[in-house]
């Protein structure tokens, strides 16, 4: 059974930095995609970054490019989330999904219960 949980949410001032965890568990980490998605209060759901399940590739959301970075540790079963030069826009809250048929974040099909980011002065 796939299990996700993430953490490292919290309030920061735009232009800081945050770094999301998502602990897994049910499944080897490199089988299927993974990545991370938001949500914002008005705003429909983002998918953020995502690493693929055939290579390993990593893709970013136009908006995050440049400041977020996605990665994974196998040895831990934890995905990460480094979210740098931080705005106000990406308040959300962050889910750590798993795409176990696409391979390339699609649709996520399991998920966690997400993290709170704020990002305000």
């Known amino acids: 059974q796939v299990q996700l949980a993430e953490s490292g949410g919290g309030l920061v001032q735009p232009g800081g930095s945050l770094r999301l965890s998502c602990a897994t568990s049910?499944?080897?980490?490199?089988?299927?995609?993974i990545g991370w998605f938001r949500r914002a209060p008005g705003k429909e759901r983002e998918g953020v970054s995502c690493?693929?399940?055939?290579?390993?590739?990593?893709f970013y959301a136009d908006s995050v490019k440049g400041r977020f970075t996605i990665s994974r540790d196998k040895t831990k079963n934890m995905v990460y989330l480094q979210m740098n030069s931080l705005k106000p826009e990406d308040t959300a809250i962050y889910h750590c999904?798993?795409?176990?048929?696409?391979?390339?974040?699609?649709?996520?099909?399991?998920w966690g219960q997400g993290t709170q980011v704020t990002v305000s002065s």
């Open positions: 690493i693929s399940r055939r290579d390993g590739t990593k």
């Open positions: 999904g798993v795409d176990s048929r696409s391979g390339m974040c699609y649709e996520y099909d399991s």
């Open positions: 049910g499944f080897t980490l490199d089988y299927y995609a």
